[in-house]
Each structure stands twice: as C-alpha cells, then as structure tokens.
C-alpha cells in the first residue's frame, strides 16, 4: 500500500500535474486494486479510472493521500509540515520552570524568575492561545519532576532555597494541595504519566550533588522505587506513561558530560533503547515511548527537534524559533504536537512555541512594526482601525505643551490633518477615522467633544462628568459610550447630539481602558484609591456587572477589540510593560507582546482579528506605531493541477 501512495505523490507533485506517466513505475498493476491509501484513495488497473471524490478534505493517515475535492474543484496531495509557531508569551519570564498537559491544555509552574528570592509559586495554564493565572502552589519550587493533566496535575521535588526537597503537591485545576512525599529529596530531574500513575526519574541528590538512576513511581497518594535507571542521569527529558516510558538525553555526572542516550521503561525495569543525535540537557519532550519527539537543550542552547519511534532516533526538518533549555513542556500529548514554554536562553525567556506536524500550519498571533507618527508623544487619543487609523492630542516633551495635531494611518504611514480646535492630553476617542469622536482630557473643563469628519474637528455639545485623565470609550459617532475617569464611576452615551447619563461602573478609577459597542462595552484595569485594579466590567446597554479579572492589575493599557474579543495592550503593571492579553468573554490570557513596551498610546479601536497602537509613553513620549494580526491556521494541503 505504501508504495503507490508515496510513488504516486512524488510522481504527481514532481511536475505539477497529474497523466499517465505519473502510474508508471510505481507498482505492478496487479497490486493496484489492493492498495486502498487508507480508504481515501482507490484505484483499479486501468489508467482513466479515477481518484476518490470527496466533498472536504479528510482526516489524512499518512504521507501520499490522494484526493479530490469536488467542492473547491481541485486534486490534493497531503504532504505534512512540521514546524514550529509562536504561541502567546507566559505573563512571568522564568526558567527551571515545570510543565504538564497538552498543547491546547498545559501547564507552567514555578520556576526561577530571576529577581529574588530565585523562585516563584505562580502557576499558568495555557488555552491552546493564550496564558492565564493559575492557583498559587504552597511553596515555590523549580527544577522540579511533573506530570499530569491540566486539571491533575502533580509537581515533585525540586529545590526553593537551594538544596532538593521530597514535597509533592497536586492540582484540581484550582488549587495546589499536599500530596504524598517522594522517597528521596532531589531536584534536576523531570517525570511524566498521570497524576494517580506518576513516574520521576533521575536527577539530583543533595549532598553530594551528582546524578543518580532513581526511579519512584506515584499512585495519586505515595511514591514507591521502581527499577533503576541503566545510567545515572540528570535533566533528562522524560516521556509516556508509568508502564511505557521514555527517560531521553541529559546530562551524566561520571564522567561528566551530556549524552544521546536514552532508556524505556515498562513499569518494572528499564532497557537501552536508541541513541539520539544531540548530547544535552535540559530539553522537553512529548508524546509516547514509540513516538516521542524531544527538543532544545544546553548548553550551549539550541532550538533542534528530534523524533523516536521507540527505536530510532531522526532530526527534524523543525527548529524552535527560540534556542532554549529547562522550560515547561506540556508532555502529555501524541507525537505531532508539542509546547515549550520559558527557560533558560542564556538569560531567561517568556516565550512560547506550539509544533506541529499536519497540512495544517499555524502562524502565531504577532505585532509588526508600522509607520512612525509624524510627532512623538503620549497621553494621546485614537480610534479607527489598523487600515485606517486616527491619532489626536497627547503631549510633548520639546517642547512641554499639550498637542492639538491630528494624524490619520493608511496602513502604513501616517499623514497630517487639521488640528483639534483644543490641545490637551488625555483626549480619548472612538468611532471611525472618518466619522471620529474626540472627548476629554486635560487642560480643564474636561468635558469637551469634538467631531472629525474625515477632514476637520468641530465642537459639540459639551458631556457632564469632567474626565481629565484616561478612560474608557466605546461605540461611534452617532452610538458612543465613555465611562471612568478621574476617579469617577459615571458613564454616559452619546447620540451624535446629546450625552445622556446613564448606570454608574461598581468601581471608580482613572487611567482605566475599554472598547466595545454603546450596547456591549468592556472596562479594564486602572487606578484606584490607592493602587491599581484588575477587576474587568461588561456592560449589556444598561447596567455594568463583574467579568473575569486581569492577570495583573494595572493602568494606562490600549484596548481595541469586542466585549467578547477584547485586547489589553502594554500598561503599567506598575512598571510600564509590553505585556498584552485578550479577553474572551469569560477570562484573560496572555497573547504576543507587542516589541516596545508603553502605556498612555493611541489605540485603533477595530474590532477582530486586527488591532494597531500608536505613540505613547515608553519613559519619554514615542513615535512608535505597531499592528496586530490574530493567530491563523491555514490548510496547506498540496493543490496539484490536473491540466
């Protein structure tokens, strides 16, 4: 069966098209009717018979489908790709960070932050897009053994202040609790299986500090031994299940030295098994005992891919796009499929990364560089979309003064337009580049509107509440919403007329962010007396209620996006950040950070899979422009002609 379907994919795509010759030297024409190509293909032995013809591409099998898809009309090959993509950075850059779960499902926990004390109890759990706050475990560890499922999930060993603990704790999804105490203290080593069979292998003994062939087995209570490891090993990247493991790479104490080395295990004793083609430590690893794939490593660090079949080892085509070693990698999931999180580069990352290997390849949600606006500065006002953009107000710092210049974006560089008739800072905006809103701001009154209409602002009527710092808007010009401000709790919509006072947020604050419609805004983060709030609200045209908070509490964010779809972008967490994260309706998650971290910009107010910010305050005022573009996952599958 092979045969002809890989024959026949080389033959057809090796020209482009699909005739006779593309039959000939494949097999013999008597084995033809009895290669099915796994139910998608079938053929007979004379030439004119044809192709299966389906309305969707199907689920492929393996290398060499052949199909037609009669709804786009076309002949398809499937030809995997394997690669890596970005995916959304953690909220915290760590290394010696554990992992667990899945791609779409994982786990990040503990770990080495940097900044003192050297550890951290935070734990984050990946969506398959974005990160999001998790429970805090008891205490904090790193390099520590994990495994498990993003709802049961055990973490053990490791070290919190420099020597190995035994302490074992375990996640509901929830909440960390104690679990039952590995049987020797360790650290520099990893685990795999399930949170009710668990396995943890090698690593650390302190004293005297070299690496050991340990092997304990959890049951969801205690850990018992299980049978050496061949080899003492350290950091190495462990894999599958308690009764199928895969122990592979890391880093021998005696003599000292990374291997390629790797050991199975079947729930009582482990057997070499093949070599790998790079010697390091530190790597992740996924998937099961006859179809693992391992990657990164150190030192130095390196960003390769390898696969096991459960008895030989291949190099990838796929490489990280981030060289990296001790990082989180969600490890319960099968061969095409893999998360790195954090680690060590040599300093220390937040990054991401999702591999896989299908027709499917998926480009990460990411920021590129636009056009720089023609005057630098912060405190400024925006609204439209990445496409068509406009930017107003905010101020300088050479000279000191508030601006009244507007600008509007094309995509990519921005054009000087008429000046507002009022400088000021603090001006926020909504509706259209052609039908904008400008409202707000400092130098008092605080309450002025003006209108743009594609050309020139004019004054209207004046709103009631005087908000000179940041605060929310949402809408158009003839549907607008604001709210906040000035440590106020008032919210009034607005007619194209007239502004009305409506129902109040819980909470008053300043500095704060949201987007939405008149009918469907969102309010996020800002400053509060005293501090800064993550609490988030939705409004339904009528009332404010609570939504889920903020990873971090802040202020001063851009905000573009839908009540459902929502994006908080950089800030002050309290330090100014490039930190970004989205909000679906119910949580947030991280998403890609923008390149310059700021707070106080011009966001375009467009809603969906593209977003923009422009200027700022990045410590001084800034001229930066940066778009957005959301995560997409494209069908690849080969399109061969038939002409």
């Not at 049978?227 to 599958?240: D, F, H, K, P, R």
């Not at 950070?593 to 410590?619: E, L």
């Amino acid at each position: 069966m092979g045969s002809l379907k890989r024959n026949l994919a080389n033959n057809i795509l090796s020209d482009g098209k699909f005739d006779a010759t593309d039959l000939s030297g494949t097999v013999p024409a008597s084995n033809v009717n009895n290669d099915s190509l796994t139910n998608i293909t079938t053929f007979s032995p004379s030439l004119g018979d044809t192709i299966q013809s389906v309305a969707s591409d199907p689920t492929p099998a393996s290398t060499g489908d052949i199909w037609y898809n009669t709804t786009e009309g076309v002949l398809k090959g499937y030809l995997p790709i394997e690669a890596w993509s970005s995916g959304s950075n953690l909220s915290e850059t760590r290394n010696e960070v554990s992992g667990a779960g899945t791609q779409t499902a994982a786990l990040a926990a503990g770990g080495d932050p940097g900044a003192a004390p050297a550890i951290t109890t935070a734990t984050e759990e990946y969506n398959g897009s974005g990160w999001a706050t998790g429970g805090t475990m008891p205490a904090g560890k790193h390099a520590a053994a994990s495994g498990g499922t993003q709802t049961a999930a055990f973490i053990t060993g490791g070290y919190p202040t420099g020597a190995a603990n035994n302490l074992t704790f375990e996640y509901d999804g929830s909440a960390w609790t104690a679990g039952g105490n590995l049987g020797t203290a360790r650290r520099g080593f990893d685990g795999c299986g399930v949170l009710t069979a668990g396995l943890a292998v090698g690593g650390f003994f302190d004293p005297p500090g070299v690496a050991n062939t340990n092997t304990e087995e959890y049951d969801g209570t205690s850990w018992t031994s299980g049978g050496a490891l061949n080899n003492a090993i350290l950091s190495s990247a462990v894999i599958g299940t308690q009764t199928a493991g895969l122990s592979a790479m890391g880093f021998r104490s005696v003599p000292p030295g990374n291997v390629t080395a790797s050991e199975e295990y079947n729930g009582t004793s482990w057997t070499v098994g093949g070599s790998g083609n790079s010697a390091k430590n530190g790597r992740g690893g996924s998937g099961l005992q006859t179809a693992a794939i391992v990657f990164g490593g150190g030192i130095p660090y390196v960003s390769e891919t390898e696969l096991y079949d459960g008895s030989t080892w291949s190099t990838s085509p796929a490489s990280m796009g981030t060289a990296r070693a001790a990082f989180a990698s969600a490890q319960s999931a099968t061969q095409p499929t893999a998360l790195a999180a954090g680690g060590a580069t040599p300093t220390r990352t937040s990054a991401t990364e999702e591999y896989n290997s299908s027709i499917n390849v998926t480009t990460g949600a990411a920021w590129s560089s636009g056009g720089n606006l023609n005057t630098a500065r912060r405190f400024i006002g925006g609204t439209g979309t990445a496409a068509a953009g406009l930017a107003f107000g905010g101020f300088t710092t050479n000279p000191a003064v508030n601006n009244a210049e507007s600008e509007e974006y094309d995509g990519s560089s921005w054009t000087e337009g008429n000046n507002l008739n009022n400088a000021r800072r603090g001006i926020q905006g909504f509706g259209t580049q052609t039908a904008g809103v400008g409202v707000g701001g400092f130098p008092p009154p605080g309450v002025r509107t003006e209108e743009y209409d594609g050309s020139s602002w004019s004054n209207v009527n004046d709103f009631s509440t005087v908000r000179e710092t940041l605060f929310g808007t949402a809408g158009t010009q003839t549907a607008g919403l604001i709210f906040a401000g000035s440590l106020t709790v008032n919210t009034e919509s607005y007619d194209g007329t007239t502004w009305t006072e409506v129902n109040n947020l819980s909470q008053a604050r300043n500095n704060t962010s949201g987007n939405g419609t008149q009918t469907a805004a969102i309010c996020f983060g800002g400053d509060v007396a005293p501090g800064q709030t993550n609490l988030t609200e939705e409004w339904d045209g009528t009332n404010w209620t609570s939504g889920g908070n903020l990873i971090l509490a802040g202020d001063g964010a851009g905000a573009f996006g839908t009540q459902t779809n929502a994006y908080s972008v950089g800030g002050a967490f309290p330090g100014i950040t490039n930190l970004v994260q989205n909000y679906n309706g119910t949580s947030w998650v991280t998403d890609a950070s923008i390149s310059t971290a700021r707070k106080s910009m011009a966001p375009a107010n467009s809603a969906g899979s593209t977003g923009m910010v422009a200027g700022g305050d990045t410590g001084s005022p800034s001229s930066a422009t940066e778009e957005y573009t959301a995560e997409t996952i494209a069908t690849t599958a080969s399109t061969i002609t038939t002409s």
